[in-house]
């Protein structure tokens, strides 16, 4: 749905770390954590599909240790980024390092938004 739709999903290896200890702690199978996902993903999933432009058109969704919570409560859902090149200020921001994965999808956008960052502050 994420790719139809031309928006990012971008996993920070830390919430990754947490599904993981979730999915252990419940001695879940693979329905187990395709629910445990659809519930951090379900309000992304609903706004995707909504056709918009510029500013409010959907870049990505960011699922991070936030949004999973921890072992024993839940987390706040997945991050909509809307505007172009959001994924990619989102980063900057957070200061999250890339997995090579990440900086094939987001080539020049990493570039492009530093340097918007840096026209702003001046």
């Excluded at 309000?43 to 921890?70: C, F, H, Q, T």
């Amino acid at each position: 749905m994420f790719s139809l739709n031309n928006v990012k999903l971008h996993f920070t290896d830390g919430a990754l770390r947490i599904v993981a200890k979730k999915a252990i702690v419940k001695n879940t199978g693979a329905r187990g954590l395709r629910a445990l996902l659809e519930t951090i993903l379900l309000e992304a999933m609903y706004e995707i599909p909504d056709e918009k432009a510029g500013n409010e058109r959907v870049d990505a969704v960011v699922v991070d240790e936030e949004a999973i919570g921890s072992v024993d409560r839940p987390g706040c859902g997945a991050k909509i980024l809307r505007g172009d090149g959001a994924l990619a200020q989102y980063i900057i921001r957070n200061n999250i390092p890339n997995s090579p994965e990440t900086n094939e999808a987001l080539a020049g956008e990493l570039e492009d938004a530093y340097m918007l960052s840096r026209i702003v502050s001046l």
